[in-house]
């Protein structure tokens, strides 16, 4: 697997263990339905040189429709899917998404940023950026 | 056709990649003589982000009476050796701290290996000659081809250790080897 799809199915199912809305990775090939979270990776640099470790770069998004369509409660569900997401992205908790045997392994974070919102056609967004350590291996 | 429209052989960055070392990683091996026999303190190797190595001497001169230079002389020749870079696991028979893993547990443990200023510095540098120690460089998990036309002999005069939030652990050494004052000899471990 790819760097891409091995991160963000690492993130994914970290947050899916701490948030009871659903956890999708970028790209899906289901329906979304919200509220949700999405996880993408946006990209990834080696560091150091040689060494097939990177510096990765994802986004973590919580959507929610807040109109008549979305769910009964929605907003509420959104702020405390938000804070989840916070929590869970500190750094006392992060180290938790080193799995055994998920070949993936996260040495530490280097930036993060966010929730950034955004309120488009009554969908609200909340965007985390997080720059972190990582390699390709189960250590 | 100019050579420029077809590329030139340049030295490039801290690693060149022969077929030898692939991984372009240097491995390094330091020794504590100081009780009259050779106690390897650790033998591993890092991704070297920078080796730097300055050939350095003092100098004195003799004036004459309107204060210019007649004469000079240099003496305490040598060569100093900055390493700076990450220390890697090394799962290796051969590796001190001992163990043959790869993970962050033995990776610890070799960037803690407790050593001193004034013990032995050897390096295996295979496309670096003045570098690469003579005469039995280490070898270690990422780079196990050893090549005995080697020129350095160092001592560790200053190390750092830095741990820092937000990035990879970082070893900083800075060794010397003092040089014989007639060139014509050999640059060898009697030096």
Redesign the interface.
């Known amino acids: 697997m790819s760097y891409r799809n091995q991160s963000e199915a690492a993130m994914a199912a970290y947050l899916q263990e701490k948030v009871g809305v659903p956890v999708l990775v970028g790209l899906r090939d289901e329906v979304k339905s919200m509220p949700c979270v999405v996880v993408s990776f946006v990209s990834a640099q080696e560091n150091p040189p040689e060494s097939g470790n990177m510096d990765i770069q994802m986004q973590i998004m919580v959507q929610s429709q807040i109109d008549d369509e979305g769910a009964p409660g929605a907003l509420d569900v959104h702020e405390a899917t938000v804070s989840e997401i916070d929590t869970a992205l500190g750094s006392e908790l992060l180290p938790g998404i080193n799995q055994a045997g998920d070949f993936f392994h996260y040495f530490g974070k280097q930036e993060q940023s966010g929730p950034d919102r955004e309120l488009q056609d009554m969908v609200v967004s909340e965007m985390f950026t997080i720059t972190f350590a990582a390699a390709l291996g189960d250590f | 056709m100019a050579k420029l429209s077809r590329g030139t052989p340049i030295t490039y ?1 801290s ?1 060149d990649k022969p077929s030898t070392n692939p ?3 240097i491995s390094i091996e330091i020794i504590d003589d100081s009780t009259g026999s050779d106690v390897t303190k650790f033998r591993g190797e890092m ?1 070297a ?1 920078e080796v730097k190595l300055a050939y350095e001497a003092d100098t004195n001169q003799a004036t004459d009476s309107f204060g210019e230079v007649v004469s000079h002389c240099t003496y305490n020749q040598r060569k100093t050796l900055n390493l700076t ?2 220390v890697l696991s090394n799962n290796h028979a051969g590796s001190i701290p001992a163990g043959t893993d ?3 547990t033995k990776a610890n443990s070799m960037f803690g290996a407790p050593f001193s200023a004034g013990m032995k510095l050897n390096v295996n540098f295979i496309d670096w000659q003045e570098v690469n120690s003579e005469p039995t460089p280490p070898v270690s998990e990422n780079n196990t081809t050893t090549s005995n036309a080697g020129l350095g002999n160092f001592t560790i005069t200053n190390a750092e250790k830095t741990r820092s ?4 652990a970082e070893w900083t050494i800075s060794a010397i080897e003092y040089l014989s004052v007639a060139h014509g000899g050999d640059d060898t471990i009697t030096d």
Do not use: K, L
């Open positions: 960055g690693i991984t372009g990683v991704y982000s870079g990450v790869s993970t962050i939030s937000g990035n990879y």
